[in-house]
């Protein structure tokens, strides 16, 4: 059975740093195209970076590319997302996703507020 478990999420000043954990298990991480995503309120769901299974970082949505840095620990079977200059706009549920064939699994998320 497939879970993903997301942590690391809090409140954060603008210009702060959060870096956010996705544990996988029933999955072996370094095999698996997995992703990043947030949602804020009244906002629909967005992809915010993907590693796929060689380690090569696929994408990053542009309003975070050069603050965000998506990563993978094989040993922890674990993947990453460092946040730096965090502003506002970035408050949102984050969510940790991994596709396996036809299927996609979700995490439960955890939030991150930027505010002063």
């Known amino acids: 059975q497939v879970q993903l478990v997301e942590s690391g999420g809090g409140l954060v000043q603008p210009g702060g740093s959060l870096r956010l954990s996705c544990v996988a298990s029933?999955?072996?991480?370094?095999?698996?195209?997995m992703r990043w995503f947030r949602q804020a309120p009244g906002k629909e769901r967005e992809p915010v970076a993907s590693i796929n299974s060689s380690g090569g970082i696929g994408y990053y949505l542009d309003s975070v590319r050069g603050r965000f840095t998506i990563s993978r620990d094989d040993v922890q079977n674990t993947i990453h997302l460092q946040m730096t200059n965090l502003n506002p706009e970035d408050t949102a549920v984050y969510l940790c996703?991994?596709?396996?064939?036809?299927?996609?699994?979700w995490g439960q998320g955890t939030q991150v507020t930027v505010s002063s």
């Open positions: 029933g999955l072996t991480a370094s095999t698996t195209f």
């Open positions: 996703n991994a596709v396996l064939g036809s299927d996609l699994y």
